[in-house]
């Protein structure tokens, strides 16, 4: 019994960063390509970035990716998004 719950707790942590989304990274590398920037753009893109954030809290993950890729655009920048 001892070595099939250590199995799947074992399997739970093999299978969860699969299961994670991406919506950190990309809030990650906007805000990374906004910080130090005091332009009209990147005050843009820290606001639509924190609409994805909610939305990502939310649950909504296909939305919030969305809203990040919304971001990099007005900043004019291309975010690296994980291979489905």
């Known amino acids: ?3 099939i ?9 093999a299978v969860s960063p699969a299961l994670a989304h991406e919506c ?3 809030q990650q590398q906007v805000l990374a390509a906004a910080e130090y920037r005091l332009d009209d753009a990147a005050f843009k893109a820290k606001t ?3 609409e994805g954030d909610a939305l990502h809290k939310a649950g909504k993950h296909d939305e919030s990716v969305a809203k990040y890729d919304e971001a990099a655009k007005a900043m004019g920048i291309t975010l690296t998004h994980r291979p489905k």
């Open 24 to 26: 950190p990274l990309l």
């Open 48 to 50: 639509i970035a924190a």
């Open 5 to 13: 719950l250590l199995t799947i707790a074992a399997l739970g942590f």
């Open 1 to 3: 019994m001892r070595t």
